[in-house]
């Protein structure tokens, strides 16, 4: 049961985030090692059902074992939260593409070829020194996957979905992120298909940066409100 | 419904657990899950809202101690025997016994991959008809409790917000889970004040922006 709870934080009593602090302080230089264990506790539950639908499906025809493995490679290798940082970057460098984001996002958005599922109606809210946005689904986990990849477990996790709405600033202390008390906070609840894509503001002291180098600034959490970008000191 | 996945100004769940370096899949099943989720939703036999609907229909002790890609292949397995799929017999054995009902599209095949994810499913609907509201109205949510899919949040219920946002006409959930149709209708970017949604001792600087269709709101006197 303790391997469960690790291996895919619960939607779920707080008892069992402290097991996931914990992995905090592994080296992810070695993964791998506790991937494993991972997934050998995983194979007594709900990996054992998985491994069940996906052998009777592909027995029926119902689904093609090479589509899965191409479903699964798309999202680990081209839709992540880099798409998101190249948006972003453009949108601070190109003021006639910031215009265009705003009038249109899913349409900027397709310019650098990114759109299509959980992505199909894009809005970008900015960020702004009055005003800071940050995006929950409390419903259950929208987020646009063309642009920030597949949600983190701490977006679809009840801890997130439960405080956002009325607590953001103690949910973003969890963050390490505290701002000034008189800033306005917008949180945006994502109960319709609309998605969407926090634009930070461009941290000082990156005047004349190319847009690979602003990119590098951008990180998923600042896209979605739970983070700031980097800093230039901050970003290598 | 008043489901579990209705965990807006909840309380007790602990603090946010951000985990560093946080790969995208913990471990192989979650990739099948997910993998698995996807490919029998292009099946075309149930919609998204109805893949929802199972979700938030799992029972709330057991939805709360799950995790994501558990609810979604809990759901899944009630959406493959409600639709004439697979059998509890089937998920009991581990092993196909009898045939699926037929489907609407055939098994999504490895090169259709990349075009059904970057066709997506748009949900933005052309309507003859003009929005209700404009953009600065004063709106009333309606106080209700379908025991059906619905995507008012419980916190937003019977609180008066202004429109900020016309989204466009949309697909309405509401129907759309049930296999009543499509109804497309307005929907609405609308803002509500935290002092106005939690009442005293709420965040004077917070603002909460919840996307309404038109059927949930009213005008506000």
């Not at chain 1, 609840?189 to 990156?206: I, K, N, Q, W």
């Not at chain 2, 109205?137 to 008066?160: F, S």
């Not at chain 2, 497309?184 to 970017?189: D, F, K, L, M, R």
């Amino acid at each position: 049961m303790d391997g469960v709870e690790k291996a895919a934080q619960p939607v779920h009593p707080p008892s069992m985030t402290h097991h996931d602090h914990d992995n905090d302080h592994h080296d992810h230089g070695h993964g791998h090692h506790h991937d494993h264990d991972r997934e050998h506790s995983e194979l007594s539950e709900v990996a054992l059902r998985v491994r069940a639908l996906e052998t009777i499906l592909t027995q029926k025809g119902l689904v093609d074992a090479a589509a899965l493995d191409a479903i699964v490679e798309t999202y680990e290798t081209k839709i992540g939260p880099r798409n998101g940082a190249r948006v972003v970057a453009r949108a601070w460098a190109d003021p006639a593409y910031l215009a265009r984001l705003r009038d249109n996002a899913t349409a900027a958005i397709a310019e650098l070829g990114y759109g299509g599922r959980q992505g199909e109606h894009m809005q970008i809210v900015e960020n702004t020194p009055d005003t800071h946005n940050m995006v929950v689904c409390t419903l259950c986990s929208c987020y646009p996957w063309p642009v920030l990849g597949l949600p983190p477990v701490w977006y679809k996790s009840a801890p997130y979905r439960s405080r956002a709405v009325i607590d953001p600033r103690g949910v973003l202390k969890d963050f390490g992120v505290t701002l000034p008390e008189t800033m306005r906070i917008r949180v945006w609840d994502s109960t319709a298909e609309m998605r969407y894509l926090v634009l930070p503001m461009r941290p000082a002291g990156t005047e004349g940066w190319s847009e690979e180098q602003l990119a590098h600034l951008v990180t998923r959490d600042s896209m979605i409100g739970t983070g700031l970008p980097l800093t230039p000191g901050a970003s290598a | 419904m008043n489901g579990p996945q209705d965990l807006g100004g909840m309380m007790g769940f602990g603090p946010v657990v951000p985990e560093r370096d946080e790969p995208i899949f913990h471990g192989e099943w979650e990739k099948r899950a997910l993998a698995v989720t996807l490919a029998c939703g292009a099946l075309g036999q149930w919609t998204l809202d109805e893949s929802r609907h199972a979700r938030e229909t799992i029972p709330p002790p057991h939805y709360l101690s799950k995790s994501y890609y558990d609810i979604w292949i809990t759901a899944l397995e009630k959406l493959l025997q409600r639709h004439g799929m697979v059998g509890a017999d089937e998920l009991k054995h581990g092993a196909a016994l009898h045939a699926s009902a037929p489907t609407r599209n055939p098994a999504l095949t490895a090169d259709r991959v990349a075009s059904a994810l970057a066709k997506g499913s748009p949900t933005e609907r052309a309507l003859a008809t003009q929005p209700r509201f404009a953009i600065g109205d004063h709106v009333a949510t309606k106080v209700m409790h379908p025991t059906t899919h619905t995507r008012l949040p419980r916190y937003a219920r019977g609180k008066t917000g202004t429109v900020k946002f016309i989204h466009g006409a949309h697909v309405f959930p509401d129907t759309h889970a049930h296999d009543l149709g499509e109804q497309p209708c307005y929907c609405y970017g609308v803002e509500f004040a935290a002092t106005e949604l939690w009442g005293e001792g709420a965040d004077p600087t917070l603002s909460v922006m919840v996307d309404c269709w038109e059927p949930y709101l009213e005008q506000a006197s």
